[in-house]
């Protein structure tokens, strides 16, 4: 058996035997909801098996390798840095023996020689601070004409309009935009925030300061603007990290580590919940033929879009409600693979340009290789309608446009023979079956925890689930993770008080494939 094999099936050298006693359990989906909720049920001793629509695991973590060395250039194409602060995903990484591979994740505006588009077109980040004060000036002068402000919160102002116009969906960056000129510029010119500015001629900010030294600032915001400034201040933190040799060692590690194979290609198309357990319907093979399992429990990772899909019986009004109510944004990631990294001559290191258009961020991945097996550019990162715009197109039309419009920037990509190869991948867009992440913008702190409780809580203690739309870190691996172990958690409380009974597995299709 190849090691890439004993990879996917999570029959590694590090595997343990089948539990022999116990609960059977089924996890459904095997991203890493599912496949830390299935370590964790293995270790207490339950006899678990994983159902996975896809040929491959980690769900949003998506690894794609230009190749099959040991050096070849990767791109992330799902979930691509950890912040220091989510313990349970760095906890996990420690588990799988993975600290070794942890690398500082440099991103927006961490380099200064990565761009920023302005009104005068594409300027340095470490130039943008003169004509993004400007911009900005004429933008207040235009909505809120004769207010007058101290040259510091201006260039608060200005780079955080900077950030949102990088990071925000379109949908919603108007309306941040209005929010910050409105309501942050005048709670900012009752605090001092000079202690915040940095660079030489004190025309640069630091948000992550500026907001912990004053957290009342953020009392006085609408909901959207507060709720976006985590995104803000943590897509821009300088405590990022990434694992060197692909973010899929994670789920690859977590599944080595099980006992059973996952069980790839089945799609779930019913479950249902009685009061003794769980039958779970899944299609397989080119035939598309039907499987039932029967269990004492079910964990469900399964996006909400794609549960919606699927045939529930059993399942309460409330459940049903709020699996159409979680919103998930659209994500796509569109990669090339370039003959060497030509960004190097600009001196760009690593880090991330704010393209603006229709490709809205760039990064630089770090070439962890030699340079003979050329480099990775993340040529467009966006998100919302502008995402779900770039999905609806074929991916060869999607790959040209990318490339059309970041060659105005780096015409070097328009080198014959620069390109060597382009991959992408749309998360969520017109496709419930391959969401993008949770969004919870704009709502009240009461709001999200009703819903990320309605999402979390378990039917008739039989179905249980998990997933980031589950979590109190929507949109992050440490969402995954906190939601698969709470998930087990109500598991084993739930299994200690309702009597088991002797599950079995109707077999319509052959075993795991």
């Known amino acids: 058996m190849s090691e890439t094999t004993a990879v996917l099936t999570g029959q590694g050298p590090q595997a343990a035997p089948p539990p022999t006693g116990g609960s059977r359990i089924l996890v459904l989906g095997a991203g890493i909801a599912g496949l830390v909720a299935a370590y964790e049920l293995e270790l207490r001793g339950h006899r678990v ?106 260039v608060v102002g200005a780079w955080l309009t900077a950030v949102i116009d990088a990071i925000a969906p379109p949908d919603l960056r108007s309306a941040l935009r209005e929010d910050l000129r409105h309501q942050l510029l005048e709670l900012l010119a009752r605090v001092d925030v000079r202690p915040h500015m940095r660079g030489p001629g004190g025309d640069r900010v630091c948000l992550h300061s500026l907001f912990t030294v004053h957290p009342g600032l953020r009392a006085g915001l609408s909901q959207r603007l ?55 319907h899944s299609t397989s093979g080119p035939e598309n033929l039907t499987t039932a399992r029967e269990a004492d429990f079910a964990v469900c990772t399964l996006p909400f879009s794609s549960l919606c899909r699927v045939r529930l019986t059993g399942v309460d009004a409330d459940k049903r409600a709020v699996l159409e109510e979680v919103e998930y944004c659209p994500a796509t990631k569109v990669a090339f693979h370039c003959r060497e990294p030509f960004w190097h001559a600009y001196g760009i290191e690593s880090g991330a340009s704010s393209t603006g258009g229709r490709i809205r961020q760039t990064y630089y991945p770090p070439v962890d290789g030699g340079q003979e097996d050329g480099a990775v550019l993340l040529a467009s990162y966006t998100i919302g309608e502008e995402a779900a715009s770039l999905g609806r197109l074929d991916p060869d039309r999607r790959h040209l446009l990318v490339l059309d419009e970041l060659g105005a920037l780096h015409p070097e990509l328009l080198r014959p023979g620069m390109v060597l190869g382009a991959v992408s991948t749309v998360w969520g867009g017109d496709s419930p079956w391959n969401a993008g992440c949770t969004t919870r913008w704009g709502k009240s702190p009461a709001a999200c925890e009703s819903e990320r409780a309605r999402a979390a809580r378990p039917v008739a203690d039989r179905l249980f689930f998990a997933g980031e739309h589950c979590s109190t870190a929507p949109a992050w691996i440490e969402g995954a993770i906190e939601s698969a172990v709470r998930a087990v958690d109500d598991l084993a409380r739930a299994g200690s008080a309702l009597p088991s009974h002797t599950a079995h597995c109707h077999h319509d299709a052959t075993g795991p494939v």
């Open 49 to 154: 098996e994983v159902l996975e629509a896809s040929t491959r695991i980690g769900g949003r973590v998506h690894t794609h390798r230009f190749g099959t060395g040991p050096t070849a250039p990767a791109a992330e194409l799902g979930a691509m840095r950890i912040p220091a602060h989510h313990r349970r995903t760095l906890e996990y990484v420690r588990r799988i023996g993975l600290e070794g591979q942890l690398r500082p994740f440099p991103t927006l505006l961490s380099d200064e020689n990565a761009f920023l588009p302005t009104s005068v077109g594409f300027v340095r980040v470490r130039d943008a601070a003169r004509p993004l004060m400007e911009g900005f000036r004429r933008e207040l002068e235009a909505h809120r004409p004769g207010l007058r402000q101290a040259p510091e919160v201006s």
């Open 226 to 280: 507060d709720s976006f400034l985590d995104d803000i201040l943590t897509e821009t933190g300088p405590a990022l990290a990434r694992l060197h040799g692909g973010m899929d060692q994670l789920p690859y590690g977590i599944a080595r580590r099980l006992s059973r194979p996952v069980w790839h290609g089945h799609t779930v198309v019913g479950i249902d919940v009685g009061r003794e357990g769980v039958r779970v």
